[in-house]
């Protein structure tokens, strides 16, 4: 119970987004669904500027509308104070969608005019500490001088909108104009830079404005030349409040957990509850036979079967409620261990024991009573009088011992499920940990250079005793960060989409890749023109150039129209995680694309090797925290939150094995206590123990083995189902399988054993005395 109130608390939280917002039931953002060329489709919460600019210029449905478009990040800059920050490009219109309000200014006009900015109460605090932020100017790296003309009040509650600082949409032109922008504001194939929200007229429905959607989207891309890999576009409207949580896409703002992990969460919570009220029903029915003599007795007094039925269904409420109790004890130490997990930061998950939760949590107890309960008070209660005073064996409401029995099997057959499924997956993330190409440099150490300028980082780094080959990348290999570009042999073929690192002359010889034709990048950090790639194998491959010496020389077109000539040809490797298969890459030359440093290390004293390196970047750039780790240790942070979850899973598979076993306990209790007087009869006549041992416990081996038998074939479809997901994976063998069985037969065995041995080396006079 204390496990599913964690989950109640998660869950809560998780719907307590944007609540805050008086008409959310009016207020819809626009996705985009892309459709693939290969029948498949993505899911974006993004869409063009032109969408929303368009529909309430030509439609009279909406109230009212804002575009928040990204691109307003990087350094923010006051005086001798610069901080890191994220915001949007908007109108003044935020505020008639949204309920935020101002600390200081005028909704109203804090945005009208170019090159205005409202921050953030805590983003201003940090610029000015002295207050008064509102006629100040900051500037926006890269963007320009920006005025401040706003600053917002702590925001009314929890919200996926995620900004510190929202600019004027007046400034956008300017910036498309110098090129600090991409093309944003007349792009109607631009569908990654703007979020786009709506306020409904009071009484349109949403469906109209999707088919006004449909129209606009047939109209505006008939003759529009879209993404190589897309053959058209849908909109689609999404309610304010069925954002967060909501479903999995692309582009996603806010860091709250996807509704498919709730409904997981949910299902675990209902499994372990579902087990215990069972159990419940189970030991309550094994247990009434000491009470027979009670319940008869109040039969016989005049107690109805109402009454009856209502001092057990009471029983079971009040054990319930105690649990309760309990459980909020519980909760105390398990909060702290929950509130631990990466997943948990990430998602900014809260757990908060108000009223509310309590209420919930009670609510949650007081039902799980009524449904543990109902069953025994049921059978109990309809039994008759002379019944309960008669033999224990006879008594009818054991006929429901094949029922009971059933479910066990499908308790254990459950387990065993989690506990294969457990192994398996964290077996299958250590061999994506092992064959990552990341994993392997536990020598290269990463700094990210967070816009320093390459060659000074590069040399000042150098000076620290430690330090051997640095070389530069633009992005990381062996985790999930992408570039990538549209190749052509010619103008006659179609472009094919692959995807691209930019490294410098050191890389390879950093990382030991093996070329098999042609020659490395020439040291000229100063071209500004490429001339050059390197290509895997699989490029050639794909691009049927014939073997590694026949590619060297050949030219390809990149994006629209950059030739570039195959330089030489790498080895093929694996430089995606597990999840991907092996894909055509090509490296390219570009020193204004390098944004991480790689640094080898040499062993023996690293960690002050490293405090060195972090002392360099203090004097470098005062105003960035040093962004530096192994490269091993970065690779197996990306698989923390799957750590996190195969931790939570086999928690809770070990929970359910528990509950499991005292479900096997409460039968057993019941078969030997029914059974007392024929053991020891059986005992007396010269009946050895193994032979009584055996007889008391066959029937419930046979249980676990059917549900052994059960459970394989079910984890083997479950297991390769997700293991086909992967294309680098590892191969089910039975030995995955033995850690779930052997655990279950363990602790059933010894479940059974305990209580077996008792009544083999039980006294029989005393049984049959008292039977």
């Not at 969608?97 to 005019?113: H, I, P, Q, R, W």
């Not at 047939?218 to 409207?237: A, H, I, P, V, W």
């Amino acid at each position: 119970m204390a496990v599913c109130f964690l989950l109640i608390m998660i869950i809560k939280d998780a719907n307590s987004y944007d609540t805050f917002e008086k008409d959310s039931n009016r207020i819809y953002r626009i996705n985009t669904n892309a459709l693939r060329k290969d029948g498949g489709q993505e899911l974006y919460a993004s869409s063009p500027y032109t969408v929303a600019s368009t529909l309430i210029n030509n439609y009279t449905v909406t109230e009212s509308s804002v575009s928040l478009i990204r691109g307003l990040n990087g350094d923010i800059i006051s005086g001798d104070k610069r901080f890191d920050f994220q915001g949007f490009f908007t109108s003044p219109s935020f505020f008639n969608v949204f309920d935020f309000t101002l600390k200081e200014g005028n909704s109203a006009l804090a945005l009208n005019e170019p090159f205005t900015i409202v921050l953030t109460n805590e983003l201003a605090k940090k610029l000015f500490p002295s207050g008064n932020a509102v006629g100040k100017t900051v500037e926006a790296k890269g963007l320009g001088l920006f005025k401040v003309t706003g600053v917002l009040n702590e925001f009314p509650g929890k919200t996926h909108l995620e900004f510190e600082a929202l600019a004027s949409l007046s400034s956008v032109p300017a910036l498309e104009k110098n090129k600090s922008l991409l093309p944003v504001t007349g792009d109607w194939l631009n569908y990654y830079a703007t979020y786009s929200y709506i306020k409904l007229q009071p009484g349109v429905a949403a469906s109209t404005v999707e088919k006004y959607l449909s129209d606009l989207s047939d109209k505006q891309y008939k003759n529009l030349s879209l993404e190589t890999r897309d053959k058209g576009y849908r909109f689609e409207l999404q309610p304010l409040n069925k954002i967060t949580p909501g479903p999995l896409m692309s582009n996603n703002m806010g860091k709250a957990l996807p509704e498919a992990v709730l409904w997981f969460m949910s299902v675990l919570a209902f499994i372990i509850m579902l087990f215990a009220a069972f159990n419940y029903t189970n030991l309550t029915v094994a247990k009434a036979m000491s009470r027979t003599k009670e319940i008869a007795l109040r039969k016989v007094a005049g107690s109805s079967r109402k009454q009856v039925f209502m001092q057990v269904l009471t029983e079971s409420i009040i054990t319930s409620l105690l649990a309760f109790l309990v459980a909020m004890i519980l909760l105390k130490w398990l909060i702290p261990q929950f509130a631990s997990l990466s997943f948990v930061s990430i998602a900014g998950i809260r757990f908060t024991i108000d009223t509310p939760v309590v209420l919930l949590c009670l609510a949650f107890a007081f039902v799980v009573g009524i449904i543990a309960g109902i069953i025994p008070a049921s059978v109990l209660s309809r039994v008759k009088p002379l019944m309960l005073m008669s033999k224990l064996q006879n008594l009818k409401i054991f006929r429901h011992i094949g029922m009971r029995k059933s479910m066990l099997v499908i308790q254990f057959m459950v387990s065993i499920i989690f506990v294969v499924m457990v192994t398996i997956t964290y077996r299958q993330m250590q061999y994506a940990v092992d064959i990552n190409f990341g994993s392997r440099q536990t020598h290269i150490y990463n700094i990210h250079l967070q816009g320093q300028d390459y060659a000074k980082a590069k040399q000042e780094f150098s000076t620290v005793p430690g330090v051997g080959t640095i070389s530069a990348v633009s992005h990381l290999m062996g985790n999930y960060s992408d570039m990538e570009d549209d190749v052509q042999l010619n103008k006659d073929k179609d472009p094919i989409t692959i995807r691209e690192y930019f490294t410098d002359e050191n890389y390879m010889r950093n990382f030991k890749l093996q070329l098999l034709a042609g020659k490395n990048f020439s040291p000229d950090p100063a071209q500004q023109n490429e001339k050059y790639l390197i290509v895997n194998q699989k490029f050639l491959e794909d691009f049927k150039l014939g073997n590694p010496s026949e590619a060297i020389g050949k030219t390809i077109i990149v994006g629209d129209s950059l030739l570039l000539t195959i330089q030489a040809v790498v080895k093929d490797f694996l430089y995606k995680p597990a999840e991907y298969a092996l894909e055509p890459m090509m490296m390219r030359y570009k020193p204004a694309n390098w944004e991480i440093l790689n640094l080898t290390i040499e062993p023996g004293n690293t960690v002050q090797t490293v405090a060195q390196l972090q002392n360099v970047w203090n004097k470098l750039d005062p105003y960035h925290p040093f962004q530096g780790s192994f490269y091993d240790k970065e690779i197996q942070s990306i698989f923390s939150e799957m750590k996190d979850v195969i931790w939570m899973v086999a928690f809770i598979a070990f929970i359910g094995i528990t509950i499991s076993c005292l479900g096997l306990l409460g039968i057993t209790i019941f078969t030997i206590q029914s059974k007392a007087k024929e053991i020891s009869i059986r005992k007396v006549i010269g009946a050895d123990s193994f032979a009584i041992a055996k007889l008391l416990s066959k029937n419930y081996l046979q249980v676990i083995l059917i549900s052994i038998a059960l459970a394989l074939p079910v984890s083997y479809f479950l297991g390769n189902t997700l293991l086909q997901a992967i294309h680098q994976h590892i191969t089910l063998s039975p030995f995955l399988f033995v850690p779930g069985i052997f655990l279950v037969i363990l602790l059933s065995v010894l479940t059974i054993g305990f209580q077996t041995m008792h009544a083999v080396f039980s006294n029989p006079a005393k049984s049959l005395r008292t039977e």
